[in-house]
């Protein structure tokens, strides 16, 4: 048997998200070794999240306050990055989509085609004439969402995509048990056009 690398599992962590599906190395490593990657890099300020059930794994900044005590608290590393509306909105409707996929059972994997997507998206945009700015506008939240990790693309589908199970990580199930109360919300800012719809880590 191959000796576990501890390198490799940090490096990728360090890389983004490790998928048991797609990082097949890296993964078994990352389980074999889970205490020494935790030493590697709370270092760092960094904690490791592994959902084994799903099958994923990252890292992510250390909550506030763990460093309080400290006089030089860790900078972070990991920078949060201000959502717009739009892809904020994205994301949560992805969310439900994959809860609603869950509660249905069977297949493991959400595949969804861009027009779905776009559909999903279109409803709670203002209504325009200029319809082609309106895909375009679209296309570039889809983008954004891919860009982020949480959309990827089929590999033999042409413009279809495979939502990422991480999803479950960045919107909880609170959160979800409050995602009609948003959408009012949402509804109530489309005027507003793109405004700070949250953060990624």
Same mark, same amino acid.
């Given at each position: 048997?191959?000796?576990?690398?501890?390198?490799?599992?940090?490096?990728?962590?360090?890389?983004?998200?490790?998928?048991?599906?797609?990082?097949?190395?890296?993964?078994?490593?990352?389980? +074999? *070794?889970? !205490?020494?990657?935790?030493? $590697?890099?709370? @270092?760092?300020? %960094?904690?490791?999240?592994?959902?084994?059930?799903?099958?994923?794994?990252?890292?992510?900044?250390?909550?506030?306050?763990?460093?309080?005590?400290?006089?030089?608290?860790?900078? +972070? *590393?990991? !920078?949060?990055?201000?959502? $717009?509306?739009? @892809?904020?909105? %994205?994301?949560?409707?992805?969310?439900?989509?994959?809860?609603?996929?869950?509660?249905?059972?069977?297949?493991?994997?959400?595949?969804?085609?861009?027009?779905?997507?776009?559909?999903? *998206?279109?409803?709670?945009?203002?209504?325009?004439?200029?319809?082609?700015? %309106?895909?375009?506008?679209?296309?570039?939240?889809?983008?954004?969402?891919?860009?982020?990790?949480?959309?990827?693309?089929?590999?033999?589908?042409?413009?279809?995509?495979?939502?990422?199970?991480?999803?479950?990580?960045?919107?909880?199930?609170?959160?979800?048990?409050?995602?009609?109360?948003?959408?009012?919300?949402?509804?109530?800012?489309?005027?507003?056009?793109?405004?700070?719809?949250?953060?990624?880590?």
């Amino acid at each position: 048997m191959t000796e576990p690398d501890l390198s490799s599992a940090v490096i990728m962590l360090m890389k983004g998200v490790v998928y048991r599906d797609t990082h097949d190395r890296a993964w078994k490593n990352l389980l +074999r *070794l889970q !205490p020494h990657v935790r030493d $590697s890099v709370e @270092v760092l300020g %960094l904690e490791v999240v592994i959902d084994e059930a799903e099958g994923y794994a990252f890292l992510r900044q250390r909550p506030p306050g763990e460093d309080e005590g400290e006089a030089d608290p860790v900078p +972070r *590393l990991i !920078p949060r990055r201000a959502l $717009s509306f739009h @892809v904020s909105l %994205l994301l949560a409707l992805l969310r439900k989509k994959l809860a609603e996929f869950d509660a249905q059972g069977g297949d493991t994997r959400l595949m969804l085609t861009r027009d779905q997507i776009a559909e999903m *998206l279109r409803v709670f945009l203002p209504a325009t004439s200029n319809e082609a700015r %309106l895909i375009d506008k679209i296309g570039e939240h889809i983008g954004k969402v891919e860009h982020l990790g949480f959309l990827r693309p089929a590999k033999n589908a042409e413009q279809t995509y495979e939502v990422r199970r991480v999803l479950k990580a960045y919107i909880d199930g609170q959160w979800l048990a409050d995602f009609d109360t948003k959408l009012a919300e949402y509804a109530g800012l489309l005027t507003g056009g793109a405004i700070s719809g949250g953060d990624a880590q």
